[in-house]
């Protein structure tokens, strides 16, 4: 089974940092990529960053550009997520979750919570005003 485990939320101040961890097990494979998204009590869950791991390519939400960064340690099989100059708007819990390719791949679209194959439980993060 392949289970994804995404820890570090918390609370902080609006201006502060995090920095999520996702730490992959079962990924047997070496073309993957691991995306972080998030979801806000009565909202849709959104795309907030992707890395690929064959390449190490990523994806940023227009709304985090500038702010996050995501990065890689592949021989861990873990993603981190650091977060700079939070907002209360980024308040939600973050969920990581991996897509795998075996064979031909088509266009992968990062933002989109259907493109993945497995998911974590997801840390809160909450950022007070």
């Known amino acids: 089974e392949v289970q994804l485990q995404a820890s570090g939320g918390g609370l902080v101040q609006a201006g502060g940092s995090l920095r999520l961890s996702c730490t992959a097990s079962?990924?047997?494979?070496?073309?993957?990529?691991i995306g972080w998204f998030r979801q806000a009590p009565g909202k849709e869950r959104e795309g907030v960053s992707c890395?690929?791991?064959?390449?190490?390519?990523?994806y940023y939400a227009d709304s985090v550009k500038g702010r996050f960064t995501i990065s890689s340690d592949n021989a861990k099989k873990t993603v981190y997520l650091q977060m700079n100059s939070l907002k209360p708007e980024d308040t939600a819990v973050y969920y990581c979750a991996t897509k795998i390719w075996v064979g031909a791949r088509g266009t992968f679209y990062p933002s989109l919570p259907g493109q993945f194959d497995f998911w974590g439980q997801g840390t809160q993060v909450t950022v007070s005003s």
């Open positions: 890395i690929r791991s064959s390449d190490g390519t990523t």
């Open positions: 079962g990924v047997t494979g070496d073309d993957y990529a």
